[in-house]
């Protein structure tokens, strides 16, 4: 995601979604009543002197900015759609107040305007910016070579490559036992000195064919002890850049990008269901008992499903943002989970809000 303009004092952020992900966050963050803007296409009729034939239109690309009603995402279509009443756009060719749906692309600038950004909104859009400066490591290995990558969102940085061969009679090389051995110590020493250089690196994944990438991962275990909660295995074709590569084109490092920011959730549903289950009282869900502890102060963790969030009326909507930004002057953190996932369908269960807090509230 970029940013292109942010003026929070009016409301204003515009924006430019560069992939599936950001269109999804961008799903999240686009709520009815928001004004959305961009250059989009409408079919106009035309001026035909021919009563007899219905006229069909010919589409026309313009600017037009609209009240936002419905927001849906079609994930195969790699497409965004707002649909709303019309607030600005081409007299020529636009009634204000007729509806028009805004077909939102990577690649698409688009201005977003809310009466006010709520900071966990906020924060999302700047962590699509950033994608939290995550790191991924992956290492392409097979029986006699592996190289080492590391993935951001400028791209792939291949570090370095490691041969695991011996040379043998007639200066021909060979494959050995210790030759392997040797490469899959010079592969931990590398992953050593990354990680120690490298702290946000959230995921160390090895690719490649064969069984060689389950050797290698025993061998990071005990030698890298940093790595072994890192540690994903994929099967790839081959142990060279060209795996690498192989994995991003079919997607394997994506999925694992978004199985770490899924992680927070699971791990903070995890909390809330086990204080319920041993029923220390430091927990709250539905309105009632989170209006109540944020009273006193006590929220430390605030979960909100977005689909609540996304769907409420503007009164319940400003009534909740009113929770989150008090949660927050509390020295709180405020999380919104996704409904398609587990975490978040734990948390619809619950009422679609729930807390983790600081200390249990005194009976009433």
């Not at 939102?104 to 688009?110: A, N, Q």
């Not at 924060?123 to 097979?142: F, H, T």
């Not at 992680?263 to 319920?276: G, S, V, Y």
């Amino acid at each position: 995601m970029k940013i292109v303009t942010k003026k929070l004092k009016i409301g204003l952020v515009v924006v430019v979604p560069e992939d599936m992900d950001d269109l999804w966050h961008l799903y999240n963050i686009i709520l009815p009543s928001d004004q959305v803007a961009a250059r989009t296409v409408r079919r106009v009729r035309r001026d035909v002197d021919d009563t007899s034939r219905p006229d069909k239109g010919e589409r026309r690309r313009m600017f037009i900015r609209l009240t936002v009603e419905e927001v849906a995402l079609h994930k195969y279509s790699n497409r965004l759609r707002v649909k709303g009443k019309i607030l600005e756009g081409p007299e020529d060719f636009v009634s204000h107040g007729t509806y028009h749906t805004i077909n939102i692309e990577p690649g698409l600038k688009i201005e977003i305007v809310k009466e006010s950004w709520p900071r966990p909104l906020l924060r999302r859009l700047e962590d699509a910016v950033s994608r939290k400066g995550q790191r991924l490591i992956v290492i392409a290995v097979e029986e006699d070579q592996a190289v080492i990558g590391i993935i951001d969102d400028s791209g792939i940085d291949v570090r370095v490559e490691i041969h695991g061969r011996a040379r043998g009679k007639y200066g021909k090389y060979i494959q050995t036992a210790d030759a392997m051995d040797q490469m899959f110590s010079g592969v931990a020493t590398q992953l050593h000195e990354l990680l120690e250089r490298l702290p946000e690196v959230t995921r160390i994944v090895i690719v490649g064919p064969g069984s060689t990438k389950e050797k290698l991962a025993e061998v990071l275990k005990n030698k890298v002890p940093k790595s072994k909660n890192l540690l994903l295995l994929e099967h790839v074709s081959t142990g060279t850049v060209s795996g690498i590569y192989e994995a991003l084109n079919r997607g394997i490092i994506e999925r694992i990008a978004s199985e770490i920011r899924l992680n927070r959730e699971i791990q903070l549903m995890d909390d809330i269901m086990r204080h319920l289950g041993k029923g220390t009282g430091k927990t709250a869900y539905g309105w009632t008992e989170i209006s109540r502890a944020v009273q006193f102060g006590a929220v430390e963790t605030l979960l909100v499903l977005d689909k609540l969030f996304r769907e409420s009326e503007p009164n319940q909507r400003r009534k909740m943002e009113a929770i989150m930004r008090q949660v927050e002057k509390q020295a709180g953190t405020v999380e919104i989970f996704s409904a398609e996932h587990q975490a978040g369908k734990q948390l619809e269960g619950l009422g679609g809000i729930a807390a983790l807090l600081r200390f249990s509230l005194p009976e009433n």
